[in-house]
Each structure stands twice: as C-alpha cells, then as structure tokens.
C-alpha cells in the first residue's frame, strides 16, 4: 500500500515514505459529507523525514519531518545535543499541524457509529524543550516545556472563534489561545514470559506567563496489563483523566472511537472535563488446515501434481498460523457526568449520550511491516462498525 526509500548524501540520511494505507481507512470510516473535496491535492498523502547525524560535528543530531494526510498535516523539527547518559536528554522541538476537530465539535451519524465535521479545525503552533529522564529499574519520565498557540480555522482555512450555533471554540473568546504548558511524563514498564505491566502517567500544567493565557491542570492515567492464559492473551486497560482551571472546549477528553470506545465514532460518546474508559480483549491464534488437492501440473500434458505449488501452499498456511490471531473484545466508557462543565456544552448540543459499550470481534495479522487489524463492533445503537488498522509499524 505504500513505498519507502532511503538516500544517503553525506553524513545526512533522507527518508522518503508515501503510505496510500491511511487513505483508504479514512474513506471508509469517515461519512460521505466529510469527504467531498474540491481540491485535488487534498487526495495526496505521504510523509518525508530527513536526518542528519552530525550537524555540527559534534553528534548533534537534526530531525525534518512532514506528514500529510486526507485532511490534516503536520511538520516536526527537532534538534538534540549529545550529553553524558547519566544527564537528561535535551530536544528542541518545533511543531506545526492543522487537524479537524472532531472529537469535541463533530457530531454523530448513523446511530452514533460515526462522527461527522462541523467545519471547525485546529491550527496548533508550539516550541518548546524536552527532557528525557535516565531510566531507572523499570521507571523511565519526561520533561518538556513549551510555548502553544492554537488557532482555530473554518474548512477555508479562515481565523474563526465561534462553532456554527455561535458557541466561542476558544476559551479567550478570541480567535486563538496562547499558553505556556509544563509536562510531565512518568512511565513504567514490566513484562515476562507469562504477563506484562505498563503505566503511564501525564500532568500538564498551564503557566500564567500573561494574565490572558490559560491556566489549568490536566491529568491523565493509563494502565494496562496482560496475562498470558496457555495459547491465549487477555489485554485489559484503564484510562482516565481530568482537567481544572481554564478549558477550551477541544481541550475536553473525547470519548469514541478506535482506540477508545469501538462501535462509535470519534467523540460520538461523549466529551468532558474527565473521562474513564475501560477495554478488554482475548486474542489466540487461528490454526489453519490444508486440505490436500491434487494441483495441475505446470507441465499441461502431464497429470503429476505440481509440487513446488504444493510445498508453497504448505509454507503458507504454516507462515499464517504463526501470524494471524482472532480477538473479542469489549470497550466502555463514561465522562462522569462532566460533560456540562465543557465550555457550549457541544456533548449536549450534539446529543451524545456521555457513556456507552462496544463489543466485537477481530482479527489481527503480524508481520515484519507491523500489524494489521480488522474489527468488527457494534455499539449500545445495535449499529455496526467495521474497522481497518496498522500498528507498530517498523519505519
């Protein structure tokens, strides 16, 4: 679905990759109306990273990427200076990106299993310094602080500061919001033969640098484990979080969606000030079987069997029962009632419920190149919803 290729000019490495994956999973999941596009460049994704080892010839290392997808763009900076291991790590990172806001201001269709643009997208600029930890035992944080401003625009891409019911999207009331965010990442990680654990914990805070920035605390967990059980794997995770002080309304946790609630569209659930979500899933592997046939022989006036189709039949169906899996799952989650303290209230506006379940099934194939997942759900609505996706993928 996509090609990738590295050119190497000196000490300077450049990465080219163009993935026509995310388009067809966009066109599938997202409604006719959020489709239409009189641009014909809006069709054309892709990303490009350059690298460069030695900057200054000192180890620095520089960082150049694009991403461009149907309906959102990103372009990353990032520079960082060597130091001893036992220091933190420093990055200087620049960022640019422009997204539809969907999890907040979109509103559902079809039941609730997909989530329609109400014209409203986000232009986010940032600067800013990270510091990564030494890890220590099984714990491993993070450290940046940087300077964002938000921006938001109509589909023309125009400066706009009210939703079309004529709700303020920021929380100046302006046309854009600028704060100074203090982050702190701490996360852990454990894992055997027969489980693992992992943690993370994110807090946020707004920094009053001029009396119009935002000042706020947002914190957000998420734990998940997993338990081998003979061939099979049950996965079960929790996540959650909370937001006080200042709030723009896409600043709220949207609850929806792949990686969130199955069988509804993205923040078709619900919006809030806090949110807890809830997934389980049992996945064991499919166990293929060959059915002999006799295979025409590649030899048309001969009637012995083709053993080279043979034995590359067989190679398959054993490459297929170490990599595909079938999974069942169930999703649920819940903004705790918070969804009228969100600035507009758009939850309500947009009618979304504020918790719902998700069940289905799947399947999961591994590869070298990641791998790839097919769900099946159906939500509270008893609307089904089928998903594609790739994951871990080796760049």
């Given at each position: 679905m996509g090609a990738q290729q590295s050119i190497h000019a000196g000490k300077a490495k450049i990465d080219v990759n163009v993935d026509f994956t995310p388009k067809l999973i966009t066109a599938l999941t997202l409604p006719p109306p959020f489709r239409n596009s009189s641009n014909p460049l809006s069709q054309i994704i892709g990303s490009l990273c350059i690298k460069h080892p030695n900057?200054?010839?000192?180890?620095?290392?520089?960082?150049?990427?694009?991403?461009?997808?149907?309906?959102?763009?990103?372009?990353?900076?990032?520079?960082?200076?060597?130091?001893?291991?036992?220091?933190?790590?420093?990055?200087?990172?620049?960022?640019?990106?422009?997204?539809?806001?969907?999890?907040?201001?979109?509103?559902?269709?079809?039941?609730?299993?997909?989530?329609?643009?109400?014209?409203?997208n986000l232009s986010r600029f940032s600067v800013g310094v990270d510091l990564s930890e030494p890890a220590s035992s099984h714990w491993s944080s993070t450290t940046s602080i940087k300077l964002e401003h938000v921006r938001p625009i109509n589909d023309g891409g125009r400066s706009i500061s009210r939703d079309l019911d004529g709700f303020p999207v920021t929380c100046s009331g302006g046309t854009h919001d600028s704060m100074v965010v203090l982050k702190q990442e701490s996360r852990y990680a454990k894992a055997n033969d027969h489980s693992f654990t992992?943690?993370?914990?994110?807090?946020?805070?707004?920094?009053?640098?001029?009396?119009k920035w935002l000042i706020f605390n947002r914190f957000k967990f998420v734990a998940s484990k997993g338990v081998r059980l003979g061939p099979a794997?049950?996965?079960?995770?929790?996540?959650?979080?909370?937001?006080?002080?200042?709030?723009?309304?896409y600043q709220a946790f949207a609850i929806g969606g792949l990686g969130s609630v199955r069988g509804y569209g993205e923040g078709a659930v619900g919006s809030g000030r806090s949110c807890l979500i809830g997934n389980s899933e049992l996945t064991l592997p499919l166990q293929l079987q060959l059915v002999p046939v006799c295979l025409p022989s590649r030899d048309l006036d001969s009637d012995k069997p083709n053993d080279f189709d043979l034995r590359y039949m067989i190679a398959l169906v054993l490459l297929l029962n170490k990599a595909l899996e079938a999974a069942i799952f169930m999703d649920c989650g819940t903004d705790l009632g918070s969804g009228h303290h969100v600035p507009g209230n758009p939850a309500l506006r947009q009618g979304k419920p504020g918790s719902g379940v998700g069940l289905g099934y799947g399947l999961r194939l591994n590869s070298r190149m990641g791998q790839l997942k097919i769900d099946y759900a159906i939500n509270a609505f008893q609307q089904k919803t089928l998903y594609f996706g790739v994951s871990n993928v080796v760049s």
């Open positions: 900057l200054f010839g000192g180890s620095e290392k520089l960082d150049v990427s694009w991403d461009k997808g149907l309906y959102d763009s990103s372009v990353l900076i990032a520079y960082r200076r060597p130091r001893p291991e036992w220091l933190s790590q420093q990055s200087f990172v620049v960022q640019h990106s422009i997204s539809p806001e969907i999890g907040v201001h979109g509103f559902p269709v079809e039941n609730f299993s997909r989530s329609g643009s109400s014209g409203v992992q943690l993370s914990l994110q807090i946020e805070q707004g920094i009053p640098v001029l009396s794997i049950f996965l079960t995770s929790l996540t959650g979080g909370s937001i006080v002080g200042d709030m723009a309304p």
